[in-house]
């Protein structure tokens, strides 16, 4: 009676290991930029979401222009972002990394 093995030989088994270490290595760069993109997408986020409050709080004080630090206190922004004011420029900076945008507010909502 001859038994016959059953499973994968050694060569399958390297080819497959060869074949997922390329894909690995293909698509390891792209992970790593789409975070970046990411990151630099909640700091667009972020001034787009100062810019609206300069308006609505221009709107909301019938005319009367805010401060950056009020306009940066009536947003909501993510916990991990950091939003400072100098006069009427905005600066937003996502933790430690380098996504980081400035935005002017216009001197007609801003003081």
Do not use: H, W
């Not at 975070?35 to 709107?59: C, E």
């Not at 019938?62 to 940066?72: L, M, Y």
């Not at 991990?80 to 002017?104: D, E, F, L, P, R």
């Amino acid at each position: 009676m001859v038994s016959k093995q059953k499973g994968f030989t050694i060569i399958e088994l390297v080819v497959v290991i060869v074949i997922l270490g390329i894909l690995a290595a293909v698509a390891f760069p792209k992970f790593q930029d789409i975070s970046g993109d990411a990151r630099q997408a909640v700091v667009n986020g972020t001034v787009a979401a100062v810019k609206s409050a300069a308006v609505i709080l221009f709107a909301k004080n019938q005319g009367s222009k805010s401060s950056g630090t009020a306009i940066i206190a009536a947003t909501d922004f993510d916990a991990a972002t950091t939003v400072t004011a100098a006069t009427c420029v905005i600066t937003v900076q996502y933790g430690t990394t380098t996504a980081s945008a400035s935005v002017t507010i216009s001197s007609d909502y801003c003081q």
